[in-house]
């Protein structure tokens, strides 16, 4: 057990590297939002929003896989910058339906640029057949972690 003591990069489990690598991806990537007037997180709905127009906040919840009260927040954000607009489902006035202002249009592809920017940054000197075995070994940690123990 290292309790007590740093563990140097590169040298600890895999919790540790993982924590370390993730960290510095949102740092970057928060800067790149930054420059288009977003939150870390929002680019993720205005893809999804952009990609399934007149969709819900259930819906967005389900697909996107945050928390209701985060989604409602960050959409209430991004209603009050221009991004976003929410409208009354004509055939049901319970239901709100949410769609990409022109604001909102404007950034999608400036947002799909800021990804592909950040993730050759990280897979810098990386072959693509490294790049591709980082992705699987990623995904298939996320998969036992989901498992229930």
């Known amino acids: 057990m ?5 563990i140097a990069a590169g040298s600890g489990p895999v919790g540790y590297a993982l924590a370390h690598a993730t960290r510095a991806h949102r740092a970057v990537l928060q800067r790149r939002m930054a420059q288009l007037g977003l939150h870390l997180g929002q680019e993720l709905l ?15 919840v389900q697909r996107i896989g945050f928390e209701q009260p985060t989604i409602a927040k960050a959409l209430t954000r ?31 592809d400036a947002v799909t640029a800021a990804w592909a920017e950040t993730d050759a940054q990280a897979t810098a000197g990386l072959t693509g057949e490294e790049a591709e075995q980082l992705i699987r070994l990623l995904t298939a940690v996320r998969h036992n972690l989901e498992q229930p123990r």
């Open 78 to 108: 991004m209603e009050r910058a221009g991004f976003v607009q929410r409208t009354a489902d004509p055939a049901d006035r319970r239901v709100t339906r949410l769609r990409l202002t022109e604001r909102g249009e404007a950034v999608v």
């Open 46 to 60: 205005i893809v999804d929003i952009h990609h399934n127009p007149d969709t819900t906040q259930a819906e967005l």
């Open 2 to 6: 290292t309790t007590g003591r740093r």
